[in-house]
């Protein structure tokens, strides 16, 4: 059974930096596709960065000059990196992942909880 278990999110100033970490329990991480996706309130859940076991990787536009996916396939940890953090990234962001690539599309068969970000 596959369980996720995010942590790392906090409140932060503008311009601010913050490293979001998911656990991977009960599989071993490097065969998932790994991904990072986010949700504000009353708006859908957006992907915001994925990566796949050779450590390619898909950004949001949004996000692609500010934020780092990593993995570390080893401890089966995936990080997200964010810095130069803006207001309108304050969500709860969730980490998923499948054995099957589906980039930033919501398919993926498993979610840990959420870890909330603000921004203010």
């Known amino acids: 059974h596959v369980q996720l278990v995010e942590s790392g999110g906090d409140l932060v100033q503008p311009g601010g930096s913050l490293r979001l970490s998911c656990e991977v329990n009960g599989a071993t991480s490097s065969r998932y596709i790994m991904a990072w996706f986010r949700q504000a309130p009353g708006k859908e859940r957006e992907g915001v960065a994925a990566i796949v076991s050779d450590g390619s990787t898909e950004y949001a536009d949004s996000v692609k000059t500010r934020f780092t996916i990593s993995r570390d396939n080893a401890k089966n940890i995936a990080y997200l990196q964010m810095n130069s953090l803006k207001p309108e990234d304050t969500a709860m962001y969730y980490c998923?992942?499948?054995?099957?690539?589906?980039?930033?599309?919501?398919?993926?068969?498993?979610w840990g909880q959420g870890t909330q970000v603000t921004v203010s």
């Open positions: 998923a992942a499948d054995p099957l690539d589906y980039g930033l599309r919501s398919h993926y068969n498993y």
